[in-house]
């Protein structure tokens, strides 16, 4: 299933990767230095791998595999060992479409260095491996870095942002980011993360924290989506996607009316809301409990006399 290249071969054709340097000079990852050609049917993809499966065709990685039948495969893989599966004897850690490309030729087995680095070292290897990749999306990697969170490999965010070298506040916002695609009605809105907009999936999620505008935006996402299933319209793009959610919330606030009927310290204690379709909202603060509840009761017929009187 594997054959090890000699050192000339290894030289001739193992690319010096920042990853790849990381690996050889590691004195845990010794016995590991060795380049393999492994069998391509007996690789899949590790689960934490940041690349959409839009990129795994052969359209899209023509250009990769037509170099690797003219030159060979000038970078190797990294591969890290599967136990328990009977079909797969590696995950690929780093260099998914090489893979991928090395599929489509016929005989052709894939350069690989393999690892014994836990999930949270192949997270950070993938990382530097990628960050100057020009054709992975910002919301690719979004996603990729919430699902690593969720994995437990990070105490933090503080410690993702540490040890993957970005502040604290980019991973934060990529990961906010990225929550929209915890929704499967607004996730089947797009093909792929490839359309989806950092900038607008923010703002979006920003917005599903309330629940007021979720649910105005899980009702328009479903009417895109029979738009989209039915063909009544040319199909939107993701930033058209988004930013007609974004809009729908906005367009309903305009119809609202909100006044502060009492303030303390420049701090809004009871408010009322008035919503040309949904009726009178009254918005209450705990800090009501300190005052005059005369008061706040005698403001709160008042709001109500003059919305029913409308």
Not at 136 to 159: H, L, P, T
């Amino acid at each position: 299933m594997s054959e090890v290249l000699d050192n000339k071969s290894a030289t001739k054709q193992g690319k010096p990767a920042d990853w790849i340097n990381a690996i050889l000079e590691n004195p845990s990852e010794k016995k590991n230095r060795l380049l393999l050609e492994i069998d391509t049917k007996r690789c899949k993809p590790w689960k934490y791998h940041n690349r959409d499966k839009l990129w795994l065709t052969r359209s899209r990685c023509l250009d990769l595999i037509r170099s690797i039948e003219k030159n060979g495969q000038i970078e190797p893989v990294l591969l890290r060992e599967v136990k328990d599966d009977p079909d797969y004897d590696f995950e690929i850690i780093c260099g998914v479409r090489r893979w991928f490309s090395c599929m489509q030729i016929a005989n052709q087995k894939v350069l690989a260095y393999v690892t014994e680095a836990d999930d949270k070292q192949c997270m950070i290897i993938m990382h530097s491996e990628n960050a100057d990749s020009q054709d992975i999306s910002d919301f690719e990697r979004a996603v990729s870095f919430a699902e690593q969170m969720k994995s437990g490999a990070f105490k933090n965010q503080s410690d993702m942002a540490k040890a993957m070298g970005l502040s604290q506040s980019t991973i934060c916002k990529m990961i906010k980011a990225a929550d929209i695609f915890q929704h499967d009605w607004l996730r089947d809105l797009f093909d792929s993360k490839l359309e989806v907009p950092m900038r607008h999936a923010y703002a979006l999620s920003s917005l599903l924290r309330k629940p007021a505008y979720y649910t105005l935006i899980e009702k328009e996402a479903a009417l895109i989506l029979e738009e989209k299933t039915k063909k009544q319209h040319a199909a939107l793009s993701g930033t058209e996607t988004l930013r007609r959610l974004i809009k729908h919330v906005k367009g309903n606030l305009m119809q609202q009316e909100v006044s502060v009927l009492l303030e303390q310290d420049q701090k809004p204690i009871l408010s009322a809301r008035k919503d040309k379709s949904r009726g009178l909202y009254l918005n209450l603060d705990p800090q009501a409990k300190l005052l005059n509840h005369h008061q706040i009761q005698d403001l709160c017929h008042k709001a109500i006399d003059a919305f029913l009187s409308d």
